[in-house]
């Protein structure tokens, strides 16, 4: 039942930043532990950044200092704010709302399109 859509890609350029939202439609995004993930051509999916519902954060060590992840639970929104962006970070980026305990949630983002130039 719950949906998300994120917004926020596009092209920036070496060094350029970028905001990505990702909104929660239904009730049970204040349980969910939220995750934005980052999938390049040719490349596994990973793990970027993720934010528990108590507030805690963990980062990829590649983006650690860089991007900080933040979610307001009035709006329903997780945010991926991406400062000093490099050609590498090239990457479509989903959101996840993951929570194994009750009710189970586990549910995937459309994906939006970040590139970054040289």
């Known amino acids: 039942q719950v949906q998300l859509v994120e917004s926020g890609g596009g092209l920036v350029q070496a060094g350029g930043s970028l905001r990505l939202s990702c909104v929660a439609s239904?009730?049970?995004?204040?349980?969910?532990?939220m995750n934005w993930y980052r999938q390049a051509p040719g490349k596994q999916r990973e793990l970027v950044a993720g934010?528990?519902?108590?507030?805690?954060?963990n980062y990829a060590d590649s983006v650690k200092g860089r991007f900080t992840i933040s979610r307001d639970n009035a709006k329903n929104t997780v945010y991926l704010q991406m400062n000093s962006l490099k050609p590498g970070d090239t990457a479509v980026y989903y959101c996840?709302?993951?929570?194994?305990?009750?009710?189970?949630?586990?549910?995937w983002g459309q994906g939006t399109q970040v590139t970054v130039e040289s």
């Open positions: 934010i528990t519902r108590s507030g805690s954060e």
């Open positions: 239904g009730s049970t995004f204040s349980l969910s532990n």
């Open positions: 996840r709302a993951l929570n194994y305990g009750y009710p189970y949630v586990d549910v």
